[in-house]
């Protein structure tokens, strides 16, 4: 149900072409965000969505991978709307299982471009343009499950995800006083293009023996999690990890 919790907000979303970046700029127009949205690939799915119920955005194409491309992604938003308060950085990519003896060291770097120096980029990039406009504005960075639980064949994403855990507690702690907050969302097993295994499959039983829900997320309960932590319904939480996993993590 929308209630006007991001009214008069700008918000960046990287990944929003697709899965939860998508989920998430559909919510947050519906909250009365001006979206600006971020992919590699064309978001205009996303975009006309948006602009078919109201709302308003504009598409940027990014590579987060590149310091510059996302300097220019905020650059762009700023150029736009006057103005930015809230950046959900979702870009990422999974890979296909491999130890790490086996590891190429091109497949491991590309996932550290991506998974860790991607958010990085993003994170970075934001928080500038937020200090330069005097403060306040709400960073979520897009961390997994996989960043606390170690999982075999994962290492390069196991290790990205990790440093994503770390980068948003740092940045919390350096942007408390300008009342920046910073707090990373860690979804479990969500079905999007990136998880979409077969239902019965061994991958698929493998995510549900380690889902006490049993069940898969929705890309819509991500986003909505993602709400809570760009919004001012978690006006005091920063440096955080909220596990949104059906139950992977209870302590
Ligand atoms: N789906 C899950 O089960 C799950 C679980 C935990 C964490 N996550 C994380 O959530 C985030 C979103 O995942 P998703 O499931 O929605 O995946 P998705 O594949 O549906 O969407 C990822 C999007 O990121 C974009 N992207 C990839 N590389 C990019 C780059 N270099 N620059 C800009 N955009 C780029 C893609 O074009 C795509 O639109 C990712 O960080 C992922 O690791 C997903």
Known sequence: MATGKLEGKVAIVTGAASGIGQAVALRFAEEGARLVLAD??????????IVARGGEAMTVAVDTSSKDSCDAMVAAAVERFGRVDTGVFAAGIRQDPVSVLDL??????????????????SARALARQLVAQGG???????????????????????????????????????LAELGIRVNALAPGFTSTPMWDPEKGSDEDLWAMSMTPMKRTGTPEEQAEACLFLASEASSYTTGQVLYSAGGQFVD
């Open 104 to 121: 190429d060291l091109a497949a491991l770097q590309k996932m550290l471009d991506i998974n860790m120096m991607g958010v990085f980029h």
């Open 136 to 174: 306040g504005g709400t960073i979520v960075n897009l961390a997994s499950t996989a960043g606390k639980i170690p999982i075999p064949g994962s290492g390069p994403y196991c290790m990205a995800k990790a440093a994503v855990i770390m980068l948003t507690k740092v940045m919390a702690l350096e």
């Open 40 to 49: 590699l690939n064309a978001s205009d799915a996303t975009l006309s969505q």
